[in-house]
T-cell receptor, first 112, second 114 residues
Framework: DAGITQSPRHKVTETGTPVTLRCHQT?????MYWYRQDPGHGLRLIHY???????DKGEVSDGYSVSRSKTEDFLLTLESATSSQTSVYFC???????????FGQGTRLTVV | GENVEQHPSTLSVQEGDSAVIKCTYS??????FPWYKQELGKRPQLIID?????GEKKDQRIAVTLNKTAKHFSLHITETQPEDSAVYFC?????????????FGEGTQLTVNP
């Protein structure tokens, strides 16, 4: 498996609290992505990064922010968690735009 | 932005039969089309991909076809086995000059009945 680790794997948090999910890679891949997966919606892109400090929004970016200060780490922050952000979050990495994207194990986030 | 539609959402076949899943995309600049398999509770994993300079690619029981003119691509699984049961996702990527966005379809739940 590609060297990609998400933390935490599971989290329960209260509405209105900030939450940060971490994605760490040891592959030195340029591209990193955050997706959320919900029943009936597949994998929807939240934010992605194409280099250190270079990020852009995906299709469902409202309520989320990201940071990438090092090649190996891509952080996803829910600034004020809401119940609609209960989901499974996947990080993915790739070394170019037309090669395989490797996924992390996922983080199951529950907002109560 | 890119929009990827995937059909059917569920597919049930008998072991040994073939399964076909179809996707369409909207952005003519897309040039990379991977297919991922996700087993229950696990991460998506690539099973096959195709680039826009070819029309078909095969890997054992799995094949993918691409029609750039019609902007659609399909996954074909022959001689299906129970272990093929999973959710399958198609995706499209616009490529580096336009920013890298891997956009997924909504998935197909494939069930192979013994």
């Amino acid at each position: 498996d590609a060297g990609i680790t998400q933390s935490p794997r599971h989290k329960v948090t209260e509405t209105g609290t900030p939450v940060t999910l971490r994605c760490h890679q040891t592959e030195n891949h340029r591209y990193m992505y955050w997706y959320r997966q919900d029943p009936g919606h597949g994998l929807r892109l939240i934010h992605y990064s194409y280099g250190v400090k270079d990020t852009d929004k995906g299709e469902v970016s409202d309520g989320y922010s990201v940071s990438r200060s090092k090649t190996e780490d891509f952080l996803l922050t829910l600034e004020s968690a809401t119940s609609s952000q209960t989901s499974v979050y996947f990080c993915a990495i790739s070394d170019s735009t037309n090669t395989e994207a490797f996924f992390g194990q996922g983080t199951r986030l529950t907002v109560v | 932005g890119e929009n990827v539609e995937q059909h059917p959402s569920t597919l049930s076949v008998q072991e040994g039969d073939s399964a076909v899943i179809k996707c369409t995309y909207s952005d003519s600049a897309s040039n990379y089309f991977p297919w991922y398999k996700q087993e229950l509770g696990k991460r998506p994993q690539l099973i096959i991909d195709i680039r826009s300079n070819v029309g078909e690619k095969k890997d054992q029981r799995i094949a993918v076809t691409l029609n750039k003119t019609a902007k659609h691509f399909s996954l074909h699984i022959t001689e299906t086995q129970p272990e093929d049961s999973a959710v399958y996702f198609c995706a499209a990527n616009r490529g580096e000059t336009s920013g890298s966005r891997l956009t997924f379809g909504e998935g197909t739940q494939l069930t192979v009945n013994p």
